[in-house]
């Protein structure tokens, strides 16, 4: 079950969070749509590389990222999305395009929109196409310990 790591870390941590399971949904706007959470507060995970390292970075669904203020923000010298295909097996327990966006699980820098960390509470995949974790966006950021930057523009 792919959200068991992601649970035992929570549940060791004393996080109080909700699953929400729904249809099987590939996209973020599709998955928010699915699960009746507004794209704002849908967290999607990108994997990125940033000089060389692997690394995620996480937006509301209804943003992309802007590789060039990525860039800017990060202080890199190169940026670069990863494909599916190229980071798989680092998310093992994860079904491709679902991982939660726990980069620390995994050994991997997070950066965080800023209008993400704005919210309240924040909703992601749990590792499957078919369930998301709703949890408080201070706790994230507590357990996480990201890096807050501006670096999307809005999907038109």
Same mark, same amino acid.
């Given at each position: 079950?792919?959200?068991?790591?992601?649970?035992?870390?929570?549940?060791?941590?004393?996080?109080?969070?909700?699953?929400?399971? %729904?249809?099987?949904?590939?996209?973020?706007?599709?998955?928010?749509?699915? =699960? %009746?959470?507004?794209?704002?507060?849908? =967290?999607?995970?990108?994997?990125?590389?940033?000089?060389?390292? $692997?690394?995620?970075?996480?937006?509301?669904?209804?943003?992309?990222?802007?590789?060039?203020?990525?860039?800017?923000?990060?202080?890199?010298?190169?940026? =670069?999305?990863?494909?599916?295909?190229?980071?798989?097996?680092?998310?093992?327990?994860?079904? +491709?395009? +679902?991982?939660?966006?726990?980069?620390?699980?995994?050994?991997?820098?997070?950066?965080?929109?800023?209008?993400? /960390?704005?919210?309240?509470?924040?909703?992601?995949? +749990?590792?499957?196409? +078919?369930?998301?974790?709703?949890?408080?966006?201070?706790?994230? /950021?507590?357990?996480?310990?990201?890096?807050?930057?501006?670096? $999307?523009?809005?999907?038109?």
């Amino acid at each position: 079950m792919p959200i068991r790591k992601l649970r035992e870390f929570l549940d060791a941590h004393g996080v109080r969070y909700v699953s929400l399971r %729904h249809s099987p949904a590939f996209t973020a706007q599709e998955i928010a749509a699915a =699960a %009746h959470i507004p794209g704002q507060e849908l =967290a999607k995970t990108v994997v990125v590389e940033i000089d060389g390292r $692997t690394a995620l970075v996480v937006l509301p669904a209804t943003q992309r990222v802007d590789l060039g203020e990525l860039r800017d923000v990060t202080g890199a010298r190169a940026i =670069a999305l990863v494909d599916e295909a190229t980071f798989r097996d680092r998310f093992p327990d994860c079904e +491709a395009g +679902a991982m939660p966006p726990f980069g620390n699980l995994y050994g991997m820098e997070v950066v965080v929109s800023d209008t993400l /960390a704005e919210d309240d509470e924040i909703a992601f995949n +749990a590792g499957s196409h +078919a369930e998301l974790v709703r949890m408080k966006y201070d706790d994230f /950021a507590r357990l996480v310990r990201p890096r807050v930057a501006r670096f $999307t523009e809005r999907v038109r």
